[in-house]
T-cell receptor, first 109, second 113 residues
């Protein structure tokens, strides 16, 4: 089974609304990363949060990490149609970088 | 964009034939990874490398082998392709250090008929 699991699997929102997705994982990590994938393309790194951090911001992105619950969340504020993509969390435990199943986000104009 | 190239980009092959996918980087990064992406499964790690000739298995390594004889190249081989190996394969690279992001190639779409 995979280390990270995203929830929900799919999300549909209106432009301007916020999008929140969650990631749960199973083992200890060094850091947790979020990536975006546009249809048919490779993944692109969005943000990284270290295991000793609880919250991090980057532009319209806000990531939280709760190591006691082994969970993370990604919030995209004021979403745009261009945010339509799949979003993946990845857990970094030493040499391995392990991804979850992803959340498909559709932002309707 | 990070210098990472996958080849071929598309391939159709017959069941039972050997197939090799190539990942080439120009970044001199230490870590290289092979993933497969299938609907409903996200990205699953096949094999990864943490240096020349240093490789290890991921979560779905059965039926796959890898080799890394040079820093810049990481080869994924399907010794005898099966229909269950039809997938999109992604290569990723990552620099040394504990806090680093990965850069992905554009993917290889492999169809086994």
């Amino acid at each position: 089974s995979q280390q990270g699991e995203e929830d929900p699997q799919a999300l549909s929102i209106q432009e301007g609304e916020n999008a929140t997705m969650n990631c749960s994982y199973k083992t200890s990590i060094n850091n947790l990363q979020w990536y975006r994938q546009n249809s048919g393309r490779g993944l692109v790194h969005l943000i990284l949060i270290r295991s000793n951090e609880r919250e991090k911001h980057s532009g319209r992105l806000r990531v939280t990490l709760d190591t006691s619950k082994k969970s993370s969340s990604l919030l995209i504020t004021a979403s745009r149609a261009a945010d339509t993509a799949s979003y993946f969390c990845a857990t970094d435990a030493g040499n391995k970088l392990t991804f979850g199943g992803g959340t498909r986000v559709l932002v309707k104009p | 964009d990070a210098g990472i190239t996958q080849s071929p980009r598309h391939k159709v092959t017959e069941t039972g034939t050997p197939v090799t996918l190539r990942c080439h980087q120009t970044e001199n990064h230490r870590y290289m990874y092979w993933y497969r992406q299938d609907p409903g499964h996200g990205l699953r790690l096949i094999h990864y490398s943490y240096g020349v000739k240093d490789t290890d298995k991921g979560e779905v390594s059965d039926g796959y082998s890898v080799s890394r004889s040079k820093t810049e190249d990481f080869l994924l081989t399907l010794e005898s392709a099966t229909s269950s190996q039809t997938s999109v394969y992604f290569c990723a690279i990552r620099d040394r250090g504990r806090i680093t992001e990965a850069f992905f190639g554009q993917g290889t779409r492999l169809t086994v008929v």
